[in-house]
């Protein structure tokens, strides 16, 4: 799943707009966290939020977790995943 994880700090166009890779860097990751088997990353439909606020301590639905990041970002420098199933290369 590694890449570029640009997107993830680049939220909002120049009007204040999400953009569209925002958007659908979002929902890529929603589809890869929650598509993890082991309860340590996944448990009970949950996942830990990355948001700026929750910093992977709090454990939310899918809908929470994409309101989180809209609303406030993803929390600063979290390029490997590794709350949520991905190893670093």
């Not at 309860?39 to 994409?66: A, D, G, Y």
Request: net charge negative; glycine share 6%.
């Amino acid at each position: 799943m590694m890449g570029d994880r640009g997107w993830m700090y680049h939220r909002l166009d120049d009007n204040g707009c999400y953009t569209d890779e925002f958007k659908i860097g979002v929902e890529s990751f929603l589809d890869y966290a929650f598509s993890q088997s082991n309860p340590e990353f996944c448990c009970r439909n949950q996942i830990k939020c990355l948001c700026s606020t929750c910093m992977n301590q709090e454990w939310h639905r899918r809908v929470t977790v994409q309101c989180h990041l809209t609303k406030w970002g993803f929390m600063n420098e979290y390029i490997v995943w590794l709350a949520h199933g991905e190893h670093p290369l």
